[in-house]
């Protein structure tokens, strides 16, 4: 999953207005700005596999650092006890984590049976929508839309930035889920890092986007 993630972040701004878009988007993808590394430094693997789903060409082989249950309710503890500490806002702080959280209930529905309980052997869970295109891209498409609406619904433009620029995030957003659906397989792993490391660019201009719009 990936503009369902966002679309997670988007929603859940009216739940704590004072977190900025930013930091819902840095908790929603965090496991997957950790994963990144994670495939960099070898902690974690994954294989290109054209056709092991239909609609992603990916097998994830080992990542239960970023993306088992037990290691993603971890960062979520993680995440809400900086956020709690370094803002004193309890309900951002509970989003946050949530959020976090929200990745790996996200995945569990489009993945094939691969996301780890808890590191080392365990059972691995997926629903597998992602051999269902059609189902699968109308899921994300609703959480996306809806996280959107829930959003301009909690906040208001403050000045003209505030309007293009989150209509130019969510274009951007929209733009890259396309390709990533139509287009060709990675040529490797570590491309696959590296490509992953540019979604800091979606939270630079997220944080970007909240700074010129205010809770309704």
């Known amino acids: 999953m990936f503009i369902g993630h966002f679309g997670a972040a988007f929603a859940l701004k009216p739940a704590a207005p004072r977190v900025s878009l930013g930091m819902l988007f840095i908790s929603a993808q965090f496991v997957d700005l950790l994963w990144p590394g994670m495939l960099l430094i070898g902690a974690e693997r994954v294989e290109i596999v054209p056709g092991i789903t239909q609609m992603v060409p990916l097998d994830f082989v080992h990542y239960p650092i970023t993306h088992s249950l037990v290691g993603a309710a971890g960062w979520a503890l993680l995440v809400a006890g900086v956020y709690a500490i370094a803002r004193k806002y309890r309900a951002g702080a509970i989003v946050c984590g949530i959020a976090v959280l929200s990745h790996w209930v ?32 109308a899921l994300e498409s609703v959480i996306f839309i809806a996280g959107v609406w829930l959003y301009c619904r909690a906040t208001r433009p403050a000045d003209r930035l505030g309007t293009w620029a989150l209509v130019g995030l969510v274009a951007f957003l929209v733009v890259i889920h396309v390709g990533n659906i139509f287009g060709p397989p990675p040529p490797s792993a570590e491309a696959i890092a590296w490509v992953g490391n540019a979604q800091w660019l979606f939270v630079i201009s997220a944080f970007w986007v909240d700074r010129h719009r205010r809770a309704a």
Do not use: T, Y
């Open 106 to 137: 996200l995945d569990l529905l489009v993945h094939r049976p691969d996301l780890p309980l808890m590191p080392g052997e365990s059972v691995r869970l997926g629903l597998g929508l992602w051999n269902q295109p059609v189902a699968a891209i």
